[in-house]
Every structure is written in C-alpha cells, then in structure tokens.
C-alpha cells in the first residue's frame, strides 16, 4: 500500500488518522513520503498546534494540490480541549499587537503548494473565532494563486458583520482570489463522517 501512496490525486484524513501522523510526524520527517499527484486533500481537524504541524507537513509533500477542504469536528468545535488562543499562539505568525511567539512555519522554507498550485481552499464549520481568523491570514498571506477561500458559517455561529469585516480586509497574496461565506446547510445524520464535509 505505501507504493500506492505517492500515486494518489485524492486523498481524505479524518482526525483519528491525523493524530497518528502527528505521533509519526518525527519519524516521517527523516523520510517523508511525497504525494507528487495528489490534487485534493479533505481533512477533518480542529485548529490547534498538533493539527496545524500536520497540516503543514501535508502541504509541504504535497507539491501539486491544487484543492484544500477543512472540515471542523464533528461536534462543531475547531479546537480540541478548550485551548485558548494564546495557548498556541506560537504556531502562528505573531503581529506586533500580540506578544512573544513563534511562526507556524518557517518564512524562508518554501511551501510549493502554497506558491504555486493552490486554488482552491474551503472552510467548514468557521464560528469567527480569532484563531480560525488566524488561520485564514496565514493562507491569503501564502497561498499565491488562490484562486478562492470558502468558508461555510457553523450551524449555529453567530455571523457578525464585524467579524466578516476582519476577514475581508485581511491582505491578499494572490490578486485573484475571491472569498465567500456561506451558511451551513443540516443534513441528514449519517455514520460516516465524510458525509459531513
């Protein structure tokens, strides 16, 4: 199955199978495996600095994707364990209003994906929560010919304009892209979580 891998154009993780690659994410590091084909990659995550780290490594060994899809928790929630903000902060590029911190991930090592391939990127279950406001600064401030940024609202998020606002003034890498809100559409209860993104 590992030779397959490099091979595939689709690929879907849902967080059970990310918290295995973030315990692997040392080993895999000193041998990553590279998906040169892969297109579209769909992950069910929450915001948090062990989701975000393999995140990252995905994207680095992914050169070619073109389509990013995050999906929140099942219960709505981005974040696992309550963290706050701050209590990760030194994943994500700190601006000068922000205190001490450390960057996601280097500035100066290149993101292939992220310069030259990434289209596309769809945001499931966004509540306007400042680390997930985060999160989208870092791909409009990477992501050089996103084409569109789609976040669909939570369920029962509280959409204010301001927070909308906050977004849509974010600077923009790509002069192209076109960002969009939605709100979430119920579906029906299934036992399969891909269902649900």
């Given at each position: 199955m590992i030779k397959e891998v490099p091979s595939i154009s689709v690929l879907k993780l849902c967080k059970v199978s990310l918290k295995g690659l973030y315990e692997e994410a040392p080993q895999?590091?000193?041998?990553?495996?590279?998906?040169?084909?892969?297109?579209?990659?769909?992950?069910?995550?929450?915001?948090?600095?062990?989701?975000?780290?393999v995140m990252i490594q995905l994207l680095k060994y992914s050169p070619n994707l073109e389509v990013l899809k995050l999906c929140c928790d099942e219960d709505g929630e981005w974040r696992e364990n309550s963290l706050m903000?701050?209590?990760?902060?030194?994943?994500?590029?700190?601006?000068?209003?922000?205190?001490?911190?450390?960057?996601?991930?280097?500035?100066?090592?290149?993101?292939?994906?992220?310069?030259?391939?990434?289209?596309?990127?769809q945001l499931i279950g966004?509540?306007?929560?400042?680390?997930?406001?985060?999160?989208?600064?870092?791909?409009?401030?990477?992501a050089q010919v996103l084409e569109k940024l789609t976040i669909v609202w939570a369920g029962y998020a509280l959409k204010s304009e301001e927070a909308s606002k906050k977004v849509l003034n974010i600077p923009r890498t790509s002069?192209?892209?076109?960002?969009?809100?939605?709100?979430?559409?119920?579906?029906?209860?299934?036992?399969?979580?891909?269902?649900?993104c």
């Amino acid at each position: 199955m590992i030779k397959e891998v490099p091979s595939i154009s689709v690929l879907k993780l849902c967080k059970v199978s990310l918290k295995g690659l973030y315990e692997e994410a040392p080993q895999v590091r000193l041998s990553p495996i590279c998906f040169n084909k892969l297109k579209s990659l769909k992950l069910k995550l929450g915001v948090d600095k062990d989701h975000m780290q393999v995140m990252i490594q995905l994207l680095k060994y992914s050169p070619n994707l073109e389509v990013l899809k995050l999906c929140c928790d099942e219960d709505g929630e981005w974040r696992e364990n309550s963290l706050m903000y701050y209590e990760w902060c030194d994943y994500w590029p700190v601006r000068e209003d922000q205190g001490q911190g450390h960057e996601m991930h280097d500035p100066e090592e290149s993101i292939v994906c992220l310069d030259s391939h990434l289209k596309s990127i769809q945001l499931i279950g966004f509540k306007e929560e400042e680390n997930e406001i985060e999160l989208q600064r870092f791909f409009l401030k990477n992501a050089q010919v996103l084409e569109k940024l789609t976040i669909v609202w939570a369920g029962y998020a509280l959409k204010s304009e301001e927070a909308s606002k906050k977004v849509l003034n974010i600077p923009r890498t790509s002069s192209q892209v076109l960002l969009t809100f939605h709100d979430a559409k119920l579906k029906r209860k299934s036992d399969n979580w891909l269902d649900y993104c």
